[in-house]
């Protein structure tokens, strides 16, 4: 999608910090981390949100939950642990509508999810 951030870094237009990607699938760092480890997960294909998911696409989705425990290795946080979440709309505090796995780690996050 031409206007779309994530779709850029996809296709190198935009730069980030790669740490792992496959014909599917590319995770980076957040440009903005909340924690010592804050790794966003995206299919290659244009998804936007949760909501977007289908039969169609669903393939890519799954890869992308594949490649969560590869980043985490790659983070060093298999072992102590992580938190993945994936924000949908407007009160889910969406910002970029490509869908995406936020993998945050490296500090104990208290029990709960807010
Ligand atoms: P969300 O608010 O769930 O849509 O998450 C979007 C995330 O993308 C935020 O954590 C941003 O910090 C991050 N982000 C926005 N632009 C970039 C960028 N150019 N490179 C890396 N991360 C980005
Ligand atoms: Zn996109």
Redesign the pocket.
Known sequence: MSDC?FCK?IEGE?P?TTIYENESVKV?????PVAPVHL?IVPKMHIDDTEDINDDNKAAVAECLNAVKVAAKLAGVEKSGYRVIS?CGKDG????NHL?F?LIGGVKMREGLI
């Open positions: 951030i870094i935009i980030s980076f760092k957040d440009i903005k966003i924000n505090g969406q910002t970029v995406h936020h």
